[in-house]
T-cell receptor, first 118, second 113 residues
């Protein structure tokens, strides 16, 4: 158990709908990262938040958005869903994204939310 | 830009035989490198990491990896495979400064009894 929780575990919805995925980071972790894992694209970084502020964006569609709340939990909002959005969505957390050039803060992954769009 | 290439999409070994999962990286600098494992219906777990210290890195469950700058490789090995090692393995790179992780496509390891 990594200490990162994600809800729900599974989500089945229809095209055109909107869903919200939730992530609670490990206690003390300020950074939250969202990743998408699909058969076509593999694992891809979507977005990174640090202490409530957006830090970096990856291959995130305009239909997707995220935020990190004062209690540090994060939500990923997916709207106007398409069949191709079906994937496993992971959240990861780390203590601090910054540091020296040779500093790495391990990212701990949650169990993921499996989204199926029908 | 950096990229990570996992040379095999699927590796099958017999229980008790050695495991070799190959990974090459492409970068203009030496990134931090990691191997993560994903068991079916589970999240990703860090196996080991290389962050410019010792080039031979030991991880959990008997896995180790060697960073070879001249070959831009970071292959994952284990002397003796166990049935519980069957999973998807990802080679991952991280640029200094903690930009997001860059994942390889993954290698599925099957272990045959």
């Amino acid at each position: 158990d990594s200490g990162v929780t994600q809800t729900p575990k599974h989500l089945i919805t229809a095209t055109g709908q909107r869903v919200t995925l939730r992530c609670s980071p490990r206690s003390g972790d300020l950074s939250v990262y969202w990743y998408q894992q699909s058969l076509d694209q593999g694992l891809q970084f979507l977005i990174h938040y640090y202490n409530g502020e957006e830090r970096a964006k990856g291959n995130i569609l305009e239909r997707f958005s995220a935020q990190q709340f004062p209690d540090l939990h994060s939500e990923l909002n997916l709207s106007s869903l398409e069949l191709g959005d079906s994937a496993l969505y992971f959240c990861a957390s780390s203590v601090d994204p910054s540091g020296g050039e040779f500093t790495y803060n391990e990212q701990f992954f949650g169990p993921g939310t499996r989204l199926t769009v029908l | 830009a950096q990229s990570v290439t996992q040379l095999d999409s699927h590796v099958s070994v017999s229980e008790g035989t050695p495991v070799l999962l190959r990974c090459n990286y492409s970068s203009s600098y030496s990134p931090s490198l990691f191997w993560y494992v994903q068991h079916p219906n589970k999240g990703l777990q860090l196996l080991l990491k290389y962050t410019s210290a010792a080039t031979l890195v030991k991880g959990i469950n008997g896995f180790e990896a060697e960073f070879k700058k001249s070959e831009t490789s970071f292959h994952l090995t284990k002397p003796s495979a166990h049935m519980s090692d069957a999973a998807e393995y990802f080679c991952v790179a991280l640029k200094p400064g903690n930009t997001p992780l860059v994942f390889g496509k993954g290698t599925r390891l099957s272990v045959i009894a």
